[in-house]
């Protein structure tokens, strides 16, 4: 039986699109190189289980680790997102933090299976739905109120790429007609699989200071921009991280808070790094370096551990 997700949401957004430019017009390419990916995502909570919940009987994702305080989620066996108890206020969307996660499925009918046990485990989370030319994605609120994307790529040879801008869009999409078509008769089943964390979606307070820090110093590619909205990537993706301004326009330092936590970004080696911390010497730009990561901090002080993956 079909679950009734809700009523599609305009996301209220659109991308800019650059001037025309020939066929032969390629992705950009930053300082990050080939292997670039996301790591896991960490989110600090008043209440474990609510969330446990929600990722695991929803989402789909297994544990990897647990103990009183802390659970670790994945998917086969590569951490995806952490959870993790704190005292502290509920995040503010008029300060710097999370816009969202970004689950990323192997394929339409993964992602339908997805769609149908979130649905079912929080079903007024539901908040929308995009086809972004590059991806279709679904959007919910998990029980904490962070935003939560569940997406499936488009084919990388039907992008198309302008004067090294993206094409991307906000056309919508039916969710119900989507699992109709997709799920291929079968039950949800209890896990998502393949799912990776495709991107990560930050609230911050100005984009110029974004893009400064997250382009020039840690090194991704700008490749789309929006009213209101950076996005950038590493190896030709569409993007691997997006800060916005919507609710957070001149947002400082971030205060103590629930919500995001950290986030991690996996790199292929540690010629990587070093070259990452050259770039933050030259900025001025603190740092930690460890044997197999570096730990900076972004201009709203939300950490993000740049690391070569195990």
């Known amino acids: 039986m079909l679950v009734v997700i809700g009523v599609v949401a305009a996301l209220g957004w659109h991308l800019t699109r650059p001037d025309a430019a020939g066929a032969g017009s390629r992705p950009p390419q930053g300082a990050l190189g080939a292997g670039t990916r996301m790591g896991p995502v960490e989110l600090r909570t008043a209440d474990l289980d609510p969330l446990h919940r929600f990722y695991t009987e929803g989402v789909g994702l297994s544990v990897v680790s647990r103990d009183d305080r802390e659970v670790t989620l994945g998917a086969d066996g590569t951490p995806l997102l952490r959870l993790v108890v704190a005292d502290a206020p509920a995040d503010d969307p008029a300060q710097a933090g999370l816009y969202h996660s970004a689950f990323l499925f192997p394929d339409e009918a993964a992602l339908a299976q997805a769609l149908l ?12 739905a995009s086809d972004h030319r590059v991806s ?6 998990d029980p904490d109120g962070n935003g939560v994307e569940l997406y499936v790529d488009r084919p990388r ?3 198309r790429w302008e004067n ?3 094409v991307m869009g906000s056309a919508a999409i039916d969710p119900n007609a989507f699992v109709a078509q997709h799920r291929g008769g079968a039950a949800a089943g209890p896990d998502a699989g393949a799912v990776t964390m495709g991107h990560v979606h930050l609230r911050g307070g100005d984009l110029r200071r974004a893009e400064t820090f997250y382009a020039d110093t840690l090194g991704f590619a700008v490749t789309a921009r929006s009213d209101g909205a950076l996005f950038l990537a590493a190896d030709g993706y569409h993007h691997h991280l997006a800060v916005n301004t919507w609710s957070s326009a001149g947002a400082g330092a971030r205060p103590d808070s629930l919500g995001l936590g950290s986030v991690a970004v996996h790199v292929a080696g ?15 730009v603190a740092y930690e370096r460890g044997a197999a990561s570096v730990v900076v901090h972004d201009p709203w002080g939300t950490r993000v551990t740049v690391g070569v993956a195990g």
């Open 157 to 159: 040879d039907e992008w």
């Open 164 to 166: 090294g801008l993206v």
């Open 270 to 284: 540690a010629a990587e790094l070093d070259a990452l911390e050259q770039r933050l010497t030259g900025a001025g």
């Open 136 to 141: 279709q994605a679904f959007y919910f609120a």
């Open 117 to 128: 046990r979130t649905a079912r485990v929080a079903p007024t989370a539901f908040q929308g």
